[in-house]
């Protein structure tokens, strides 16, 4: 069989670096992780015997080295980045200049229906130019609570979100991650779009039960106005774009109808999702 060169953008980050991991011990699968600043990357990634791309999304520079001789991108956008036709476009501008053979995007759920979230754009943009494509529409990560939310719950035992009595779908990107892997790995993905949801719809109000019990401590859920969630985000330092992107999110939980399910997930996987239960249990450290 061919070896297949897979260059996965977002190699730092949550959903990039446990796709990386899965792919690794793969034959034939060539890895390559990009990031900005190539030594950075490698450090933080600490995989020594894969191959390392510089990658600046506002750097037109580094685009064609980034994809030579790449087969398959796994793409995922920073969430610094909101201009996506200035940053995103021409990326993908060049990807379709060099024949890549199939982008996996990592995409968000509704994004198909949502024309406010970036990852809408940048879908449209990869169909309009007819690059192959996979997009993947996740729902909520887990491991948002376990990043952004962490030091809330850890130091100050309390989950600030401005999500009212909204239900939540989670996901666990260990899941993603493994989807992303089969739709690299197999043929029968290119030009399809799935779906991947949790088990399970929740409230934060349940989530706080759930790792009050875990963890054996009292984890308390804040529910801020949006106002409020607004200045406190901007205080600890988040942009302003990335503050709006969280009120989006959280205010589609706090207004939005329950949460849709579907069983792409499942389809692929052949297994059940992981729970919030043992997303909960399998980091436990993380927040003691």
Not at 19 to 29: A, C, G, M, R, S
Not at 207 to 231: G, N, R, T, V
Not at 256 to 263: A, H, I, L, T, V
Request: net charge positive.
């Amino acid at each position: 069989m061919q070896s297949k060169n897979v260059l996965i953008t977002g190699a730092t980050g949550n959903v990039g670096h446990a796709l990386l991991k899965k792919l690794t011990n793969e034959d034939n699968i060539n890895i390559f992780a990009a990031g900005r600043h190539v030594e950075k990357t490698k450090d933080v990634v600490g995989v020594d015997n894969i191959n390392y791309r510089c990658l600046d999304f506002k750097d037109k520079n580094t685009y064609e080295s980034s994809m030579q001789d790449i087969d398959i991108i796994f793409l995922m956008r920073p969430p610094a980045i909101s201009k996506v036709k200035r940053y995103i476009k021409p990326y993908l501008v060049k990807i379709k200049e060099k024949n890549i053979k199939q982008v996996v995007f990592l995409s968000l759920q509704g994004a198909d229906k949502n024309i406010l979230v970036p990852h809408h754009r940048i879908e449209k943009y990869i169909k309009d130019l007819e690059i192959p494509y996979t997009f993947l529409r996740p729902s909520f990560f887990m491991q948002n609570l376990s990043t952004t939310h962490q030091e809330e719950i850890k130091k100050r035992h309390e989950i600030y979100i401005s999500a009212g009595k909204g239900q939540t779908n989670f996901i666990d990107i260990r899941d993603i991650a493994e989807v992303a892997k089969i739709v690299i790995l197999e043929k029968g993905h290119i030009n399809n779009a799935y779906e991947l949801t949790g088990p399970e719809n929740l409230d934060y109000y349940q989530i706080a039960d759930k790792m009050s019990e875990i963890l054996d401590k009292d984890i308390e859920y804040k529910d801020p106005s949006i106002w409020q969630f607004y200045k406190q985000k901007r205080k600890a330092g988040y942009s302003l774009m990335h503050t709006i992107v969280m009120i989006g999110l959280y205010s589609a939980s706090k207004f939005g109808n329950e949460p849709s399910k579907s069983d792409d997930l499942n389809k692929l996987i052949d297994r059940k999702a992981i729970t919030f239960d043992k997303f909960v249990k399998d980091n436990k450290e993380v927040w003691l």
